[in-house]
Structure formats: structure tokens, C-alpha cells
């Protein structure tokens, strides 16, 4: 079976296409910079256009930062406001005229991540972390998914936990490993006082320097990066077109 995978991020649109029961891209990654404001059609065309140039006809996942029912968006933290309530399935099946199924990004990500990745196998609690321009949350119990979980927005110290620990944060206060270690470790301190997981992955672009920050951690859980690193969007995408649950 093969879906592409698309993944819609605060700064690039990616897609793929994936072999969904391997897991494995079938063609180099398509980027385009997301357009300034992430206004709906804007960013429908940028999809059509991958889809396009990749000369794609199939069924399309798309990973989409914000909560996302029935194909619709919920909330936009790092999107234009005007996704809020808007079908999303519908926008981009019209603009591409191929069928698209839109999920949460760090959901989707997640779903590679416990199929083929980091979390594969992985009974109890799982917390996949999105650090990026935002943080995405997943958790996975026993394989099966609990969508739409936003603990990017865990308040702490007053503020959402993203605007202190994602990586976009990182960046912008030009911290130190050290100094951004300490704040991820607060910040996972509290998710794990919470929740109790079994494993954290942690996953975006970070996560191809976790030796820089994943040892001065102080956890319970175990905590490992994701296998796919900056890909887990792209094939996890390509997994939900075609449903939800992992085996595990
Ligand atoms: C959004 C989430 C998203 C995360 C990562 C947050 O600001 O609310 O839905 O998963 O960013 O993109």
C-alpha cells in the first residue's frame, strides 16, 4: 500500500510518498517554506502543489499543528485563525482531487514512531514530543491512540510550556544546551508527574542533537529520540489515511 504523507509545519510543508507497510519513503521529500501566516489557501495550494509535482493520484494523510475532529481544526496556536472550524478533509481533497484525511501532527507522528520506530512493540504509556516551532503531544496506550492531546500548552511559569521549551524558544533566546536542558527537564518532570509514562520519545529537528540535551535529563521513564527524527510527520501521515490504531 502506498498514501502520501504530508507534513504541514510553522515553517515547511514536506511530503513523501510512503510505503505504508514498510514505512519506508519511496521517492526524496518535496519541501516548500510554509507561507507567511499559514492562511488556508495558501497552504492548500502548497499541498497541491507537492502533490503535483510529485505526480501524485492516491490517498493523501496530512499531519496539521492543531487539534483536529472529523477533518476540522479545533484551535490555531501557530496557524492563521482562520483554520479554526474550517474542514480542512474537504479544503485539500478540493484543491489536490485526491482524498485527504488531516490528523493532528504530533499524533500522526506518533503512529510512525509506535508502528516502525522508537515505540515499536512498546506496551503501557507511551508520550511522543514534537519539539518545533511549537510542542505537539501524543500519547499512545497499549498502541491505541488518544487524539488531540495539546500538553504544548501545559501552563508553566504563567506561559504555555512551548513559548519556554520547544525548540523554536530554544532558538530565539539563543540558550545554551545546558540552560535548555533545565527547562525541557522542568517540563517533562511535570508531564511525567502527571501521567506516569512507560516511554517518552522525542521528536522534530531536535531530535537528531538529543546527545546534546537527553543525558543531563533526570527522569524516571525512559526517554529515547524518535527513529525517524524529522520524518515521523511524513510516513505517520501516510499511516493515518489509512487508520488509526498501531499494533503493538
Ligand atoms: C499546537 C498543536 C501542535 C503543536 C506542534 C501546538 O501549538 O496547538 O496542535 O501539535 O503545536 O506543531
Given at each position: ?6 507534513d504541514?509545519g ?9 510505503n505504508t507497510?514498510?514505512?519506508k519513503?519511496?521517492?526524496e521529500?518535496v ?7 499559514a492562511?488556508p489557501?495558501?497552504?492548500?495550494e ?6 503535483h509535482?510529485l505526480?501524485?493520484?492516491?490517498p493523501?494523510?496530512v499531519?496539521?499543528?492543531?487539534p483536529i475532529?472529523?477533518?476540522v481544526?479545533l ?5 492563521s485563525e ?6 480542512a ?12 484525511k488531516v490528523?493532528?501532527?504530533?499524533d500522526?507522528?506518533?503512529?510512525a514512531?509506535?508502528q ?5 512493540g512498546?506496551?503501557?504509556t507511551v508520550?511522543?514530543l ?5 510542542i ?11 487524539p488531540n492531546t495539546?500538553f504544548?500548552h501545559?501552563?508553566m511559569?504563567g ?7 520547544s ?8 540558550m545554551s544546551?545546558k540552560?535548555y536542558a533545565?527547562?525541557l ?5 511535570e508531564?511525567?508527574k ?6 517518552f ?5 531536535i531530535s537528531?542533537?538529543?546527545e ?8 524516571q521513564?525512559?526517554i529515547?529520540?524518535?527513529?525517524f527524527?524529522n520524518?515521523a510527520?511524513?510516513?505517520g501521515?501516510a499511516?493515518?489515511?489509512?487508520g ?5
Open positions: 500500500m502506498q498514501a502520501l504523507g504530508i504541514i510553522g515553517s515547511g510543508i514536506k511530503g513523501a510518498p510512503v507497510k514498510t514505512g519513503l519511496l521517492e521529500r519541501r516548500i517554506p510554509t507561507p507567511k501566516g492562511k489557501k495558501a497552504v492548500a502548497v499541498v497541491a502543489e507537492i502533490a509535482s505526480k501524485w493520484k492516491g493523501i494523510g499531519g496539521f499543528p492543531a475532529k472529523n477533518g481544526a484551535m490555531a496556536a501557530n496557524v482562520k483554520w479554526v472550524g474550517l474542514n478533509d474537504e479544503l485539500l481533497t478540493s484543491a489536490t482531487g485526491c482524498p485527504c490528523g493532528n501532527d504530533a500522526v507522528a506518533g503512529m514512531e509506535m516502525f520506530g522508537a515505540g515499536k512498546q506496551h503501557g508520550i511522543m514534537t519539539l518545533g516551532t511549537g505537539g503531544s501524543a500519547i499512545y496506550y497499549n498502541g491505541h491512540l488518544v495539546e504544548g501545559l501552563q511559569n506561559m504555555d510550556a512551548e513559548h519556554r521549551a525548540d523554536a524558544a530554544r532558538q530565539l533566546k539563543e544546551w540552560k533545565k527547562r527537564n522542568e517540563y517533562l518532570n508531564m511525567e502527571l501521567f506516569w509514562p512507560d516511554l520519545i522525542i521528536g522534530g529537528g537528531k542533537y538529543h546534546k540535551y537527553l543525558p543531563l535529563l533526570t527522569l521513564a525512559k529515547v529520540p524518535a527513529q527524527k520524518e510527520g511524513i510516513v501521515a499511516l493515518y489515511s489509512q488509526m490504531d498501531v499494533k503493538v
